[in-house]
């Protein structure tokens, strides 16, 4: 069982719409990473989030950590069809050097 | 490019037999980080080395074994393979932050798709 549960398993928009990608669970963290992975190649970092109830942006993509830091989303904007590939939410306990991960959401983005 | 590297790429092999997958980290990055991805299970943690030390384990069989080596490059050993082994291995690796461990960034290889026959 995954301790990060992520929803929707799969997404499929057209280019410009708007999408969010969730991230939850029963357990506190830490810090929250958001990752990107294409077909072939690893996970690459989007974000770290450490504070209940932050948000960062970077470009088109806004992320948030719950006040209660057992849950996040990724909201993205006017999606493109480059913003296609899986995207990983993992988690860390207070040091703890273990990532884990939920299951991933699929997204693809249609031309 | 991250900077980790991985060798094989790919890995073809039948059930019983043993494989080791290479890791170099990033220069300067001290820890490595061993995952296995399949998909039933998604990326699962194995195990973490830090300047050749074991540092955390997740999990990992006892069938699978991992050291890092002086030179920080660090090796996965797969032993009496099964079917179900079949994955994508992914090695990261991380340098220490200030905030503690929770703040230290992962940066992943390209993989090792492993195919047991």
């Known amino acids: 069982t995954q301790l990060l549960e992520q929803s929707p398993q799969f997404l499929s928009i057209q280019e410009g719409e708007n999408l969010t990608v969730y991230c939850n669970s029963s357990?506190?963290?830490?810090?929250l990473q958001w990752y990107r992975q294409e077909p072939g190649e690893g996970p690459v970092l989007l974000v770290t989030?450490?504070?209940?109830?932050e948000v960062k942006k970077l470009k088109r993509l806004t992320f948030q950590f719950g006040d209660a830091r057992k849950d996040s989303s990724l909201h993205i904007t006017a999606a493109q069809t480059g913003d296609t590939g899986l995207y990983l939410c993992?988690?860390?306990?207070?040091?703890?050097?273990?990532?884990?991960f939920g299951a991933g959401t699929t997204v693809t983005v249609r031309a | 490019d991250s900077g980790v590297t991985q060798t094989p790429k790919h890995l073809i092999t039948a059930t019983g037999q043993r494989v080791t997958l290479r890791c170099s980290p990033r220069?300067?990055?001290?820890?490595v980080y061993w995952y296995q991805q399949s998909l039933d299970q998604g990326l699962q943690f194995l195990i973490q080395?830090?300047?050749?030390?074991?540092?955390a384990k997740g999990n990992i069989l006892e069938r699978f074994s991992a050291q890092q080596f002086p030179d920080l490059h660090s090796e996965l050993n797969l032993s009496s393979l099964e079917l179900g082994d079949s994955a994508l291995y992914f090695c990261?690796?991380?340098?220490?932050?200030?905030?503690?461990?929770?703040?230290?960034?992962?940066?992943f290889g390209p993989g090792t798709r492993l195919l047991v026959l």
């Open positions: 990261a690796s991380s340098r220490p932050e200030r905030g503690g461990p929770y703040q230290e960034t992962q940066y």
């Open positions: 357990s506190v963290f830490s810090s």
């Open positions: 989030v450490v504070t209940g109830g």
């Open positions: 993992a988690g860390t306990s207070s040091n703890d050097y273990k990532l884990s």
């Open positions: 220069s300067g990055d001290l820890s």
């Open positions: 080395y830090y300047n050749g030390e074991e540092r």
